[in-house]
């Protein structure tokens, strides 16, 4: 390549700007004309449209030298048009792709599992340093949910989702030598985030995928990349600090169902993971790849009269309330036997519960459910035939809105409304995700488990029961066969808030792993050492 004189003077005068730039000013003791003192010189980083690929770009220019392509090694920290410096952070899901895979092969080659767990810490603790301001970008941009529940959601992701202590080797020895299995990466992994739990999700995600030694690129809800995009930063940065590789983790800038399908189809990417409705699974089942599904729930609670009421009534408001009943594990509807359902109702309107009359009833029918005229499926059905679906403009609201829009002036604290109702009620049969809990009383056991089952509409997500009977926890169990069982507690402790456990935000019920971790995201690989290695010739 022949450079003019034009061009070298260009080269030389941004070489110096990068060498002023790094050394700032001259430091005590120091003289700017002191040519013998040795100042490290920190170059210039590279962004994003620098690390532009020639296989990326759409035009070629004559007498350009062409852009290196993304180096996971380096600090390459693309600028997110906020005016804040965001790593991880790419206009275009193909250099997204493109960054996590370099990232990944340099993952896999020079990190060794303590080097994972010294990146995991730095998360965990870069996560809970952010957790109140992350939780105030969540709920500012997806204007759902609960500001104070959303700091216990980070809390919970940051610290309760295992590392690489979830792994384990297998070994089996004897005449006839070793054989060792290992869980593998599968390399990079393409994640699809949800709205209600964005910013927790990729939280947990990224601890689990990167303990099993993946890298991850996400494609998150439109309505939160702002606040993904923050998050991502902040892991980035962590990983970095401890580090790590850049571009473990990344986003696309702007996401969409197009910048998703490129996600889906790049041969980069080695497994898919989505984290939402029945469509989205669908949508990642039918990519020819490994995909890991987390789909919709209609988690049900039964209460039975041997139970101890008060405790279920506590523990129903619990999860039915938090973060505004956006959690797919929260308690959706409750079925209680007739026997019980009096003093039930009693203890939920004593502990934070308002009871809607008919007439409020009607009223919230008429603006939180929208008629499915068109018979599609939408939402978190793939029922094409419902009647209703729930309005978007209500989804996640604290129950105070709903209060207001009735005009309604209760005295105390509200956290949930509840209502009777009869089985094939649509807030009984929709995942409303509202802080509305419809109560349907029921002969017996047999016709709550019968109703329950109905309700959860086979989608083998979690169920809650409250009973002091062996026998009747048992024979729901074995009906519901959900992947979370809660017995006389809240739904949270299904996922390791105030129960034992460790916590996932993606559970994967339609394609079977259950409460995904790090084992989850790897592949199992077989090393085998026959007849000792080797013979002895003689």
């Known amino acids: ?265 790049s041969s980069m990417v080695k497994l898919l993971v989505g984290t939402g409705g029945p469509g989205l699974v669908k949508t990642l089942l039918k990519s020819g790849k490994k995909a890991i599904g987390a789909g919709a729930g209609n988690p049900p609670v039964i209460v039975d009269d041997t139970a101890d009421i008060e405790h279920a009534a506590k523990s129903i408001i619990e999860g039915a309330s938090f973060d505004n009943n956006l959690l797919c594990i929260a308690e959706k509807e409750v079925f209680v036997l007739d026997s019980a359902a009096d003093d039930l109702i009693f203890h939920l309107l004593n502990n934070g519960a308002y009871m809607l009359d008919r007439h409020q009833l009607n009223e919230v029918m008429n603006f939180a459910l929208v008629e499915n005229k068109e018979q599609v499926a939408a939402g978190c059905s793939d029922d094409p035939k419902r009647k209703y679906h729930i309005s978007k403009k209500w989804i996640g609201k604290d129950a105070t809105q709903f209060l207001t829009e009735l005009k309604a002036k209760p005295k105390g604290n509200v956290k949930l409304l509840i209502c009777e109702v009869d089985a094939d009620h649509p807030f009984v049969q929709l995942e409303q995700m509202m802080p509305i809990l419809p109560i349907v009383r029921v002969r017996d056991l047999d016709e709550a488990i019968q109703q329950a089952v109905r309700a959860e509409h086979g989608n083998k997500h979690t169920a809650m029961m409250h009973s002091k009977n062996i026998d009747h926890l048992t024979k729901f169990a074995r009906a519901i066969e959900t992947t979370i069982f809660v017995k006389n507690a809240s739904s949270l402790a299904g996922v390791g808030f105030g129960g034992e456990g460790h916590t996932t935000m993606t559970i994967a019920g339609p394609t079977g792993e259950g409460i995904t971790s790090a084992k989850t995201f790897t592949r199992q690989r077989r090393c085998v050492l026959a007849d000792g290695g080797f013979r002895i010739i003689g």
């Open 1 to 265: 390549m022949n450079l003019t004189e034009k061009d070298i003077q260009t080269i030389i005068e941004s070489v110096m700007k990068n060498v002023e730039s790094a050394i700032g000013p001259a430091p005590p003791g120091h003289s700017e004309g002191n040519t013998n003192s040795v100042i490290p010189i920190k170059l210039k980083e590279i962004t994003e449209k620098d690390s532009v690929s020639t296989a990326c770009s759409t035009s070629k220019q004559q007498n350009r030298t062409p852009s290196p392509k993304v180096n996971a090694s380096t600090n390459s920290n693309p600028v997110f048009n906020t005016g804040m410096e965001t790593f991880g952070v790419f206009e275009k899901i193909e250099l997204a792709i493109e960054a996590g895979y370099m990232a990944q092969l340099d993952y896999v080659k020079r990190f060794e599992l303590k080097d994972r767990e010294r990146i995991i810490q730095a998360i965990r603790e870069g996560v809970m340093t952010e957790a109140k301001e992350l939780a105030r970008l969540v709920y500012e941009e997806t204007g759902i949910g609960s500001y104070q529940d959303k700091i216990a959601k980070h809390e919970l992701a940051a610290l309760k989702t295992p590392g690489t202590e979830d792994l384990s080797t297998a070994a089996f020895s004897g005449d006839n030598g070793l054989t060792i299995v290992e869980q593998a990466p599968f390399g990079l992994i393409g994640a699809v985030t949800p709205v209600t739990n964005p910013t927790e999700t990729i939280v947990n995600n990224v601890i689990s995928m990167l303990a099993a030694g993946n890298s991850v690129v996400f494609n998150v809800h439109p309505s939160s990349k702002q606040s993904c995009a923050r998050v991502i930063t902040i892991i980035n940065k962590a990983i970095q600090g401890a580090g790590g590789p850049a571009n473990l983790v990344t986003m696309v800038k702007n996401p969409t169902l197009e910048t998703m399908q490129k996600l889906i189809d």
